[in-house]
């Protein structure tokens, strides 16, 4: 009889550690190798972009969150993002991804396709609209689905002097353990143009977990970033757009759960 009631609550017991282990669910990470908000800048059609995305982990975690994770602490990436402007509202790019992880050693980290939607300035004015859709296949020690797409859509409103941004991101792996589940990572902009040549401001990035049951703030990602950016004045607007393009910023995490505690990032591209 005693034996009989022990074994209930160990059964018990495992079933409410099953239980409160899925709702603790850790949300998903955010993307390490490209940290940026996207606005409504396309190619024009036939011209050629290429974006270079470098970042490193200053500070992180140093334990895996899963088998087979490379933990980001004191990881350099580089990401080449080549483009191509196919329309005035279509431009057609795609990823390859580098690390170079803490104890120096190369890492391939993966390749993605995408494809950049925005509606044309003429019809939607100060305020833009967009979306960017990606799919890719990255190896276990950067994503633990592997196969993974994302939907970004792109709102926001640029006045010459004012920037606000924002992208809803949802994403979902296609293969892997939580394959087909969409995850929730907003990421947002806010920035002023000095009119100097330059831009400063602050960009915020969060891993929420599943869209429709979002993890406990205690395991959500959120980053947040002091930034510059190049900038034409607003006189200039209208005029031949300037062909380069500079980011740089540097994060500091708001949770622990935060795989990167500081990181400094900068994307340096340039059209062809």
Known sequence: MITDIKMHFRLAGLAVLGLMTALVRPAQAMDQFEIQVYQDDVNAPGHFGLETHINYTIDGHRTPSYPGEQP????????LEPALGITEFLELGGYLQNMINGDGQYKFSGVKLRAKFVLPSRYTGKL????????????RAVEEGGWANEFRPIAGYYNGHWLFDVNPIVGYALSGPDKFKPDFEPAAKIGFNTQKGFMVGA???AGLGLLTSPSPLGQQEHLAFLTFDLA?????????????????GFGRSLTD??????????IVGYSF
């Open 257 to 266: 759960a935060t795989p990167q505690q500081w990181i400094a990032k900068a």
């Open 72 to 79: 980001p602490n004191h990881v350099g990436r580089l990401t």
């Open 232 to 248: 034409d004045p607003a006189e200039q607007s209208g005029s031949e757009e300037q062909p380069w393009e500079l980011n740089v």
């Open 203 to 205: 960009e915020y990035y």
């Open 128 to 139: 833009f609209f967009g979306i960017n859709v990606e799919i890719g296949r990255v190896p």
